[in-house]
């Protein structure tokens, strides 16, 4: 399988710019043979706004962006397209909007069969997952299904933040909404992201990358941590 | 209209027992002629487990306490109910359930027309509204559709959390959440009920009860406050 992702918890980190945690990873996975991205916006409402500060950043990186949302034909454009990127916001206006622009199949179709690069930072990484069923957004919009472009077999947690025990909230923590997704019948493993890491997959290969270490949900077994720098290979097998 | 509404923004506040905050504003609402209260436990996994917290509590405040888990019939229950509690936990299993099992008619239909008492806390507070698009719960099943209860023509966020100034975590507040909402088109009042906080509403009439302040955010309009005991009656106009 040609496959090639990379797979950010987050766009931006405490204290530093846009991408700018992730900047190195992101060349070193783009190469110098890719010389436009294509962007898909629609995570965020203000579409052109969005564009341009993902074009300012990838052009200090050396990349030209063409949006999705600039073009009349969207899934022409994915056809063409020498590589993605999907960037992060709301993961149910993004699901929606794929849906409503049938990309969802054309993606899946380019990055599997193709072999093309796909980035994806928050919601952009969400929906490249079996599923967005452990996305931390707010249902602002009802998409049509919670299935995803489904590039790996399992889900992600971005953002993963673990639980303060000075909080005085009573909502649940992210470790306890994991486990209540884990309640359901067939629900495979979910990769907890902490802000500042991310995945990277070359094929049937799978390497956590980043400062900090990521914590994997499995339904029916131990919860385990994993460091920067782990194999995470294994969870490119279908049958986790 | 009889409708008559307790709608609890959490089910336990910090350092205090199941419902304890509002064990006072409970037995004001249900009163002296309701003797059983019909409770809906689908938020969460161990639906037995759950009624026996709802129930211990119940009785300590002079109620016997039903779950329409343990009826052959639900729908035949919800018609015999003299009242309805409707816990929290996570919102769109609650609402699925709701569905599959043919309630949501039948309660909109009971407590509007025939005035049966309605109580929910969290999840049981999001149901009650137009849409479960405010709800803070992770997506971890599909409901048929996000369109609730509708008791009242408005949204609620409970749980709703100030921004911490001194959080490094890069998720979206709670409000930037809520202002992506309302960047949809003709998308309702989102009334944010802080923990300790509830909405009591009597036929036309609505007041806020509790311990804290109440947030309102409406499409296209400044943010505004409002105080334990304020008079939010405005809110039950279908025109907001
Ligand atoms: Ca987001
Ligand atoms: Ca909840």
Redesign the pocket.
């Known amino acids: 399988m040609k496959r090639r992702l990379l797979l950010v918890s987050n766009s931006t980190l405490h204290g530093g710019g846009y991408l700018q945690h992730c900047q190195q990873q992101i060349q070193d996975f783009f190469g110098k043979n890719v010389k436009r991205i294509l962007f898909v916006p629609y ?1 965020l409402h203000d579409r052109d706004a969005y564009t341009k500060t993902a074009r300012d950043k990838f052009k200090t990186l050396g990349y030209e962006v063409d949006s999705v949302h600039e073009t009349p034909d969207p899934v022409d454009a994915v056809r063409k397209a020498e590589g993605i990127f999907i960037g ?4 149910f206006r993004l699901l929606k909007a794929l849906y409503d622009s049938k990309l969802v199949t054309e993606i899946r179709k380019r990055v599997l069969e193709d072999g093309i690069p796909y980035m994806g930072s ?2 952009g990484t969400n929906v490249s997952t079996i599923s967005i069923n452990t ?3 707010m249902p602002i919009v009802y998409p049509p299904t919670f299935a995803a472009i489904g590039l790996v077999p399992f889900n992600i947690n971005p ?1 993963f933040l673990d639980a303060d025990p000075n909080s005085k909230h009573m909502g649940e923590t992210r470790e306890q909404r994991i486990v209540q997704y884990h309640e359901e019948l067939d629900t495979p493993c979910v990769l907890g992201l902490r802000e500042g890491s991310m995945l990277l997959v070359e094929g049937n290969k799978a390497t956590l990358l980043g400062s900090t270490k990521a914590r994997l949900f499995q339904r029916g077994k131990q919860t385990t941590e994993h460091d920067p720098g782990s194999d995470l290979s294994f969870l490119l097998t279908e049958a986790q």
């Open positions: 995570a992060g916001g709301n993961t928050s919601a996305t931390n957004d953002h």
